[in-house]
Every structure is written in structure tokens, then in C-alpha cells.
């Protein structure tokens, strides 16, 4: 991803990214800048992240208020109910930090409560899915930290949109309307993302006053308010009148965890992610064993370069599967997980002519749709973050106390049930985490802040994205728009297990042939209108420091610079 590749190879990379004319996802050009650069899934909280760099802010200062701004006008997605995760660059130090704001569960819930209830896995949606969110916190920690303006300042732009209102974009809409029926269920859900029993339509205005009340208790009393103040009281009085767990000390100690980014070199550059509780180290996994295959001389999405990553991605999520948890209540070998021993003994079980079958029977899919912001902004003075934030499932456990204006994530269902294994539910433990912010630099500079959302979609996006980068020097836009695939049917931390060689589904846009090639191979293939994730991405060119952007056209967001 040097200067060359990014530009001077826009031929190579055209050539390498199958699209026919007329497509839907036809790419945008890459968005450029000289100052300062914000990518978000939604516009108008790219421009108000934007509005912060302008006005003098950082990239911290903009990513926050972008995130709040998010909270309000992808509501389903993200909010102060869910978690978050972030890889900071700091220009100053030269040096990334990593921020781990999950929460925890209850401290009060037992293993035996869901044993006592006949379950076999915690429900999607409902007070037992419930972790303490650390959102809050986790804003609060970045700007006290990295910051240079006030939580107050920053929460403005989303307390205008909460109270006045915005005209829902269209992919939104559509995420919202399929929610409906679920919406329904509960009055409090209902009350405030349905006006007359239904979810707004592109273009219709929403609004959510309860929601502006409680960002100005969190303006005014930072996250005191939110996990020690009225808003704490209010979510355990709520948490009581459901059957929920919550305490007023869940909410009061919670605390986030400064964390050292985890690495692994790719093509000459350094691929960063954060560390289990989240799955982040699985990008890194996959990338050791793809490096020892020439993938650019098998052509960008043909079936023998997708079998490989379809593979590599079987064979890691296994290790998934198995290891990762909480690391205060598990020992997860990361330096094992990663090391060259590891990876070359996981490359040489792939078999170039044929599909393996998943080492492990018995699969139970789950039902859980995983919902997701993904956001990147660098400053002036090249300050980047990487910050990705969620509700987990589709307006997370579908519970939302009504005076207070969000949902209350269902990441808790996350947990297995399974005493024996390392994510096995215990009070005040961390689930298994989906989301991760990714970062790439280059001999120890900033190069790339980017993420892809979409559950366990998110490490096969990440690996797609880099390899489109790095092995087939496409631009960060084209990186975005290329055709992806998503391999289902792995073991995962809920303690289901694959069987088989499980399903892999692929975008429209990839030919027959291809899908000919894979079945050929021995995987059974499928097709999904989505579930492949959506992507945001900021280049520092490395020749000139300038920006560039890349946002994905499955998402209603846009990047944009100055």
C-alpha cells in the first residue's frame, strides 16, 4: 500500500475486481485529503466527526462525537446500551493504544439460573443476555486519555439530532422495518423506535427526546451519570421490573481495560488487533497461514485463491472456538496461537484439491444477527483511530427503559453454558466478543485504520480486505466494493460445533464459474442478499501523508476529509 500501489496501480486492481456494468455495488472513487479524514456507516455523523477536525478537534474528539451521533441515527446498530473496542495511534508517542470497554455480567446471575430454566444456550434477546455496557466508559477514557474537548462538547451534534430529529437513510430504514414484529413484543421498544406501530421508511424524520435527556445527564455528569447516577438507578430499577440481574455495583465497578494491541507482519507490513475477549487474534491467525501461498498469482476471487482463505478461516476458528474467552478467567496462549510452528501446521492440513470437513460434529446454528458500527478518523497532526462500537444483535436484547431512550445489548448471550469450556457464563466475567478494530502500519508508521462489521463475519472481512490490499494492490475503495464470501458452520464460543465443511455463501457478484470451482472442490455453496459485513477504511499514503478514504457500499455511509 505504498503511494504506487494505491494509485499507480489502478489497472491491476480494476483487473482484479470482477464488476459488471450496472452493478449495485459499483465503486466510488477513493475519497482524498490533505488535513484531516472521518468514515463512518452514516453521513451525517461523518460530518459532524468532520465538523470536530475542522474546528480544531483531534481524531478522538471526532470519532467520539461521531460514535453519539451513530447512537441516534443507527440506533439498532450501536448505542450507550452496548460495547466498544479501539486502537488508538498517537502521533506524539508514536505508538498504538489499545481500549478494551466491555462490560461484564451480572454479578448477582448464576450459572445454575440457567440450568434451573431448562436452557441449553442463553436467549438472544431479553435480561438474560444482558452484560454491563461500557460504551459510556469507554468514551469517557478516550477523551480524558487522548482528548481535547469535552464529553459535553462532543455529545451536542447527537443531543440536536436526538431532539430535532433526522430523516432515516435507506439501509437503515430497511435494517429497522425487519425489526418491527420484534419491536412490537415490547412496550418499551416499541415506545420508542416505532411512531404509530411501525419503523420509519427512508426519508421520514425521527425522533428520540429520551434519548437527548440522557446524553444531557451524560454531558453534564460525564459517566458518573451513567453508571453511578440517575441513569444507573433508572437502568436497575428497569433490570427489576423485567427479571433482569443488574445491580447498582455491576454499573458502579465497571471499569475499562487499556490494552497492548496484538500484531502479526503481513507482505512487509504490521497488521494490528486488540486481544481476546475479543476475536481480533483470528485475523492474525488466518494471515500466518496465508502468507505462505503466493495468493496474487491465483487471481483476486477465483476458487482456488477463496478455498485457501475458506480453509485457513475453518482451521482458526476452531482455535476460536476453544481458546477464546475472558482472559482473567481463562489462559488463552497467544504466543502459541500465532507462532510459526502453529501456522505451518496449519497450512499443511489444507489440501489445495479439496474441502476439509470441520474436525468437530454436532452443529446448532445460531439465530443472532450481529449488528455493528465500524468508524476511523485521522487528524492533522496524523493522530488515527480505529474504533468499532455495538449493540451485538439487532437492537441488542430488545429491552429499552423508555425513559432513558436506548436498548440494552444482548452480548451476554455470547456465553456457552458449557462448565467445561473457557466461555463458559460466571458473574462479573466478559463474553466472547465480535467486534474488532483493525490497524496496519508500516516500518513502525501509521498506515491504515479500518474495520469491517458483521459478527463472525469480521474476521473473514478483515483477511479479504487485506489481502485485496496487499496482494492484489488494490485501492482502499476497491478493497471495500470487491465481492465477498462468508464461511458458515465452524465451531463457535457458544460451545456449538461444526460438522462438515459447512456453508460457504457468496455475493452475486462472483461468476458461476467460480461457484462451480468451489463446488468442484467440495464445499457446499449458498447465496445471502447480505451477512458480508460492511467496511470503512482510512490510507495514510505513505509518499505524501495524505488521505485516503474507502467506505462500503453495502452501508449508508460515506467517507470524507478536508
Not at 82 to 107: E, M, T, Y
Not at 224 to 237: C, E, I, M, N
Not at 265 to 286: K, S
Request: contains cysteine; proline residues 6%; positive net charge.
Amino acid at each position: 500500500m505504498s503511494a504506487r500501489g494505491e494509485v499507480g496501480k489502478m489497472h491491476k486492481a480494476t483487473a482484479g475486481y470482477d464488476r459488471p456494468a450496472g452493478d449495485p455495488h459499483a465503486s466510488r472513487s477513493t475519497v482524498m485529503a490533505p488535513h484531516g479524514m472521518v468514515a463512518t456507516s452514516q453521513p451525517l455523523a461523518t460530518e459532524v466527526g468532520l465538523h470536530v477536525l475542522r474546528s480544531g478537534g483531534n481524531a478522538v474528539d471526532a470519532a467520539v462525537a461521531a460514535n453519539a451521533v451513530l447512537g441516534v441515527v443507527e440506533p439498532h446498530n450501536c448505542g450507550i446500551g452496548g460495547d466498544l473496542f479501539a486502537i488508538v495511534w498517537r502521533a506524539q508517542s508514536k505508538r498504538l493504544h489499545g481500549l478494551n470497554a466491555s462490560g461484564r455480567s451480572p454479578g448477582n446471575l448464576m450459572l445454575e439460573e440457567f440450568r434451573r430454566r431448562g436452557l441449553s444456550a442463553i436467549p438472544g434477546s431479553g435480561p438474560l443476555s444482558w452484560s454491563a455496557p461500557g460504551c459510556v466508559d469507554g468514551w469517557e477514557q478516550l477523551v480524558r486519555r487522548f482528548g481535547t474537548r469535552s464529553l459535553g462538547e462532543l455529545l451536542e451534534p447527537a443531543i440536536d439530532y436526538a431532539q430535532r430529529g433526522f430523516p432515516v437513510s435507506e439501509i437503515i430504514s430497511a435494517q429497522w422495518v425487519g425489526a418491527e414484529d420484534a419491536l412490537r413484543k415490547r412496550s418499551g421498544s416499541a415506545k420508542i423506535y416505532l411512531r404509530d406501530g411501525r419503523a420509519p421508511r427512508p426519508g421520514e424524520v425521527f425522533r428520540n427526546p429520551a434519548l437527548a435527556r440522557t446524553y444531557r445527564v451524560l454531558a453534564k455528569e460525564g459517566a458518573d451519570g451513567f453508571y453511578r447516577g440517575s441513569v444507573a438507578r433508572r437502568l436497575v430499577a428497569y433490570s427489576r421490573s423485567v427479571g433482569g440481574f443488574f445491580s447498582l455495583a455491576d454499573l458502579s465497578e465497571h471499569r475499562c481495560e487499556w490494552v497492548e494491541p496484538v500484531s502479526t507482519t503481513y507482505r512487509g507490513r504490521e497488521i494490528w488487533e486488540i486481544p481476546p475477549n475479543c476475536q481480533g487474534i483470528a485475523v492474525l491467525q488466518m494471515l500466518r497461514i496465508l502468507e505462505g501461498f503466493d495468493l496474487a498469482t491465483l487471481g483476486h476471487n477465483t476458487a482456488p485463491y477463496l478455498h485457501l482463505l475458506i480453509e485457513a478461516k475453518k482451521i482458526v476458528f476452531e482455535d476460536r472456538a476453544r481458546y477464546y474467552a475472558d482472559p482473567a478467567f481463562a489462559r488463552i496462549p497467544i504466543a502459541e496461537l500465532l507462532s510459526d510452528e502453529r501456522a505451518k501446521a496449519h497450512r499443511a492440513l489444507i489440501n489445495p484439491d479439496r474441502a476439509m470437513r470441520l474436525p468437530i460434529k454436532g452443529h446448532a446454528p445460531t439465530a443472532i444477527q450481529d449488528e455493528t458500527v465500524y468508524l476511523c478518523a485521522v487528524d492533522r497532526w496524523r493522530n488515527a483511530v480505529s474504533l468499532i462500537q455495538s449493540n451485538y444483535g439487532g437492537f441488542g436484547s430488545f429491552e429499552v427503559p423508555p425513559e432513558l431512550g436506548f436498548c440494552i445489548q444482548n452480548r451476554g448471550c455470547s456465553f456457552s453454558l458449557n462448565p467445561q469450556h473457557a466461555n463458559v457464563f460466571a458473574p462479573r466475567k466478559r463474553p466472547f466478543h465480535t467486534i474488532i478494530p483493525g490497524f496496519v502500519t508500516e516500518r513502525g508508521k501509521p498506515l491504515l485504520a479500518f474495520g469491517v462489521m458483521g459478527g463472525d463475519m469480521q474476521p473473514q472481512g478483515h483477511v479479504q480486505v487485506l489481502c485485496s490490499l496487499l496482494d492484489f494492490e488494490m485501492t482502499v475503495q476497491q478493497a471495500g466494493d470487491a465481492a465477498r464470501f462468508r464461511h458458515d458452520g465452524s465451531s463457535d464460543p457458544r460451545g456449538q460445533v461444526g460438522r462438515g465443511t459447512g456453508m460457504v455463501l457468496l455475493e452475486s457478484r462472483i461468476p458461476r464459474s467460480v461457484r462451480a470451482g468451489l463446488r468442484g472442490l467440495g464445499h457446499k455453496i449458498g447465496y445471502s442478499p447480505g451477512a458480508f459485513g460492511g467496511y470503512q477504511a482510512i490510507l495514510i499514503d505513505p509518499a505524501t501523508s495524505m488521505l485516503h478514504g474507502g467506505t462500503d457500499p453495502r452501508k449508508d455511509g460515506c467517507a470524507a476529509g478536508y
